[in-house]
C-alpha cells in the first residue's frame, strides 16, 4: 500500500505490472506478438513522436537502454523541426521526435539521459500544477492523472530543462477534459495558459490537450488552439507522420505513441513497428 504522506519514487509503486490476470495476459501476448515482427527495420521514411510522463528512477535504465536502441535506426530531431517537416512535407528519413506531459519534476531524470543522445524534447506542463506541495500534488493526481502523489517541476527547472535546450509547450492550465468546457473556459485553459507559460519561459509554440483521445476535444477547441497562435497540437492517438498523410499543414495535429520506460523493450518496439507498417492515415473528427 502506498503511503499517502510520500511522493511516489518508483514506477512499480504505480503499476501492477504482470501480477494480475490482466496483466500477465498483456504482457503475454506482447511477447507473442513482438517476437514476430523485424523491430525497427521498417524502412519507411516517417517522424514517429514518441511521449512519456513520468521517469522514475527504476525507468531511468530502461530509458537509456531503449534511446541506445533507437539511435541506432532513428535520427532524433527536436518537435520543433518535426513539426516543420511535417509542414513542408520534407519527411525524407526515419525521424523521432519526443516530448512529455504533465511536468513531473523526474522528467530532470530524463533530461540528464536525453542529454547523452543529443536529444531535445518538448515539455508539455500544466501552469496550475508547477511548484505544488505534497498535499496539492495528492489531490492533483488523485483527480486528474489516476495516480498516487508525484512531485512536480518548479517554475526554475521549468527554465533549466530550456537552458539544456529543451522546449516548454502548454498542457492547459489545470489537466481538464476540454470537451467538457463551454466556450469561455476553453479560452481560460488553451490562451491564458500559453501566456501564463510565456510569462515565465518566453514563446510558446505547441500545444497537447490533457487525456489526449479523439474524443476529449471538439473543433471549437481546435479553432481557439488556432486562433491562440500555437503551431501543432499534440493528441495521445498512436500512428506515425509519413508523406501524403492528410495533415492539416497550418497547425498539424500530431499522433503520438506513449512510451512507459518501465515496459519491456520489445513491448515499445512493438508498438512503434505497428504504427510504421500500419499507418494511421486518419484525420481528427473533429478537424
Request: proline share 4%.
Amino acid at each position: 500500500m502506498i503511503d499517502n504522506y510520500k511522493y511516489t519514487e518508483a514506477y512499480q509503486q504505480i503499476s501492477g505490472g504482470t501480477r494480475t490476470t490482466r496483466g500477465m495476459l498483456r504482457h503475454g501476448v506482447l511477447n507473442l506478438l513482438s517476437g514476430f515482427n523485424p523491430i525497427l527495420k521498417t524502412k519507411t521514411p516517417r517522424i514517429q513522436f514518441l511521449y512519456f510522463h513520468h521517469v522514475f528512477e527504476d525507468e531511468i535504465k530502461g530509458l537509456d537502454k531503449l534511446l541506445k536502441t533507437l539511435s541506432k535506426e532513428f535520427q532524433f530531431i527536436s518537435y520543433s523541426e518535426a513539426i516543420s517537416r511535417i509542414k513542408s512535407n520534407q519527411i525524407d528519413s526515419k525521424y523521432i521526435a519526443w516530448s512529455s506531459d504533465d511536468g513531473f519534476k523526474n522528467n530532470l531524470a530524463a533530461a540528464k539521459v536525453f542529454r547523452r543522445y543529443n536529444i531535445s524534447a518538448c515539455f508539455f506542463i500544466n501552469p496550475g500544477s508547477i511548484g505544488i506541495k505534497l498535499a496539492a500534488s495528492e489531490q492533483f493526481c488523485a483527480s486528474k492523472l489516476n495516480l498516487p502523489p508525484v512531485e512536480f517541476l518548479n517554475w526554475q527547472e521549468v527554465n533549466d530543462l530550456q537552458n539544456e535546450g529543451h522546449e516548454i509547450g502548454s498542457h492547459t492550465i489545470n489537466h481538464l477534459r476540454l470537451v467538457d468546457l463551454n466556450e469561455s473556459e476553453l479560452l481560460e485553459e488553451v490562451v491564458t495558459s500559453k501566456s501564463k507559460i510565456e510569462k515565465y519561459c518566453g514563446k510558446v509554440q505547441h500545444f497537447a490537450y490533457p487525456y489526449g483521445r479523439w474524443p476529449d476535444f471538439s473543433q471549437k477547441g481546435m479553432e481557439i488552439v488556432v486562433a491562440a497562435g500555437y503551431q501543432s497540437c499534440a493528441t495521445a492517438e498512436r500512428g506515425c507522420h509519413t508523406i501524403g498523410m492528410k495533415t492539416p499543414k497550418e497547425v498539424p495535429v500530431i499522433q503520438r505513441d506513449l512510451v512507459i520506460a518501465g515496459w519491456p523493450q520489445n513491448h515499445v518496439e512493438f508498438f512503434m513497428h505497428s504504427n510504421a507498417l500500419y499507418k494511421k492515415n486518419t484525420r481528427a473528427p473533429w478537424k
